[in-house]
């Protein structure tokens, strides 16, 4: 069990770039991975346990059950993924941790079905946790950053381009700009294990850049192409 989803993923990049195998709990070579989210049931009232402190009491008995199981997994507040050596184990896994989880009245999204967050990948598929993704590459594998979850931060920046969006969250030129930076940051934090890091780093810039160039144009109608260089660093432009 580890508290940050950066430590859970470098720790396995550490023993993917060492040539090793996948060792997080000490386990064997990653062949099948399974993946799950526990949530709680409809009525259940142990909900919200979304902290990681929440997370780590209330499956602080599931943790045990895991370790003493002798079971290869990683869990990030309410999120797991299992590896096994076949899709058949990956099965015993799913059935395992609906008996355990149900003595604290939890449990999981069905495996399989459309959308559900609990899933079994092969070896050679790319296995999503965290929003990052477990990928083979040749005879190794790698931790990539996926062009869709890019251009789903993309967005978060780009609803950011509005007067009237900003003005509905009570923020300021001053503010968005504290904010933009805050967010880069961020997400680079979040995703600097990913081998693709750079590609991320590249987008956020050049969002950054475009959300203030459409605030100034296409909002404040500011001709930019009229103010000095001292004008453009001045507003936070390259």
């Known amino acids: 069990r580890l508290n940050s989803s950066h430590l ?3 720790y396995a990049v550490f023993c993917l770039k060492k040539n090793r195998p996948i060792s997080i709990i000490a386990f064997s070579f990653l062949v099948y991975t399974f993946f799950l989210m526990i949530r709680r049931p409809p009525r259940s009232t142990l909900f919200p346990y979304t902290t990681l402190f929440r997370s780590n009491l ?6 045990a059950q895991i370790e003493k199981a002798g ?3 990683v869990r990030y507040a309410d ?4 590896f096994a050596d076949s899709e058949t184990a990956c099965r015993r896994i799913d059935e395992f941790c609906r008996e355990s989880l149900a003595e604290d009245k939890l449990e999981i999204p069905p495996l399989g079905k459309l959308k559900s967050k609990s899933q079994i990948y092969s070896p050679t598929q790319d296995a999503d946790f965290l929003g990052a993704a477990i990928t083979l ?8 950053l996926p062009r869709a979850k890019i251009d789903k931060i993309l ?3 780009l609803d950011l381009s509005s007067i009237k969006e900003l003005v509905s969250r009570r923020l300021d030129m001053s503010q968005l700009i504290s904010l933009l930076a805050a967010k880069k940051a961020g997400y680079i934090n979040a995703y600097d294990m990913c081998e693709n ?11 950054e850049q475009r959300v203030l160039k459409k605030i100034y144009t296409e909002q404040l109608g500011i001709d930019l192409s009229k103010l000095p260089p001292v004008a453009h660093r001045f507003l936070g432009l390259n």
Request: hydrophobic share 45%.
């Open 197 to 207: 890091l750079d590609q991320l780093e590249q987008s956020l810039d050049a969002v």
């Open 71 to 73: 079971l290869k997994a």
């Open 137 to 144: 590459k040749n005879t190794k594998y790698s931790v990539l």
């Open 8 to 10: 859970v993923i470098s």
């Open 79 to 82: 999120d797991l993924i299992f």
């Open 155 to 157: 967005k978060d920046f």
């Open 58 to 63: 209330i499956l602080e008995r599931f943790d």
